[in-house]
């Protein structure tokens, strides 16, 4: 795409490659919390990309500054006179909003690491939407986090865009399910997962079971939490699967899936897939 475009004689694409060795320890999260300006303690870390930046910009006319993801938009520098797009996605304050809940329901010794975490966001998106110029658009996935980041800044330009993926709507054939039991699978070291599974656990499997005493409840997923770990040794109707071959025929041997989400927004993809799986 890049080669034709340059053919058509209209457009010199120019494509630099930021490597990923800008951490962001503990300490600069406390530190963010006390910081006049939290995203300048990052800027500091970046002065080799800000050299790199700066040659770029001497020697080529730039049209647009395109960060494809939060983090990017850290590292430059404050009020770049060029028009930049940002693609934020989601407003990360509002999902360390989810976790430090999700945490004082569940998991109380983890509420200073997570207050620590939505302090420290909360304060890095409002100095991020104050750090550039008013020629730059925000680019997110739902109107929740448009209108959860124009309370830092009611001036921000912000597009909202939704995001979609590729699915895999083939349905596999063979499986069937071998005992009855409800399916849970995702990221479950995400508040939003781990959220979901609780209540799965607490809410709505004893109603279920009242009902049908042999359903079991079958999860996978990455990053498996310690909390869900030591739930499943201790109930003898929760099957934990730490890894699976195939995820479609993991869905198909059972008889039902269910998400029961409070947290996010948007329709889950993996929703879309158990229905096309069947």
């Given at each position: ?6 053919n ?14 800008f951490?962001y320890y503990s300490?600069?999260?406390i ?14 870390k ?7 930046l700066n040659?770029?910009m ?5 049209d ?22 940002i693609?934020?996605?989601d ?8 976790e430090f ?9 983890g ?6 975490q ?33 309370r ?5 330009r ?17 499986a ?9 699978y995702?990221?479950?070291?995400g508040?939003w997962?781990?959220d979901?599974?609780?209540k ?20 996978t ?12 040794n ?7 699967y ?12 059972s008889t ?9 927004c948007g329709?889950?993809?993996k929703i ?5 799986w069947?």
């Open positions: 795409t890049r080669q034709s475009l340059e058509t004689g209209i457009f010199n694409l120019g494509v630099f490659m930021v490597p990923d060795t951490y300490k600069d999260k530190l963010s919390i006390f910081s006049k300006k939290p995203s300048s303690l990052i800027e500091r970046a002065y080799k990309f800000h050299e790199t040659s770029v001497k020697s080529l006319e730039i647009l500054i395109h960060c494809s993801r939060f983090e990017t938009a850290l590292l430059l520098p404050r009020n770049l006179n060029y028009p930049i797009l693609d934020y996605f407003a990360m304050t509002r999902h360390r909003l989810h809940r999700f945490e004082a329901t569940y998991s109380p010794l509420l200073p690491k997570a207050l620590i939505l302090l420290a966001s909360w304060r890095i998106e409002r100095d991020l939407s104050q750090k550039f110029l008013p020629s730059t658009t925000f680019s997110v996935a739902s109107e929740q986090d448009k209108k959860f980041l124009k830092f800044n009611p001036n921000l912000i597009l909202k865009h939704p995001a979609s993926v590729k699915l895999n709507l083939s349905r596999p054939s063979g069937k399910p071998k005992e009855k039991s409800l399916c849970f995702g990221y479950l070291a508040a997962n781990m979901a599974f609780f799965l656990v607490y809410r709505v499997m004893p109603k279920v079971r009242s009902l049908y005493p042999d359903l079991v409840l079958r999860v997923g990455k990053n498996i939490n310690q909390n869900i770990i030591s739930l499943s201790k109930t003898e109707w929760i099957r934990l730490p890894t699976v071959e195939d995820i479609s025929s993991f869905v198909q041997e039902l899936c269910c998400f029961p989400y409070y947290l996010g329709v889950k993809t879309l897939e158990c229905m096309a069947g």
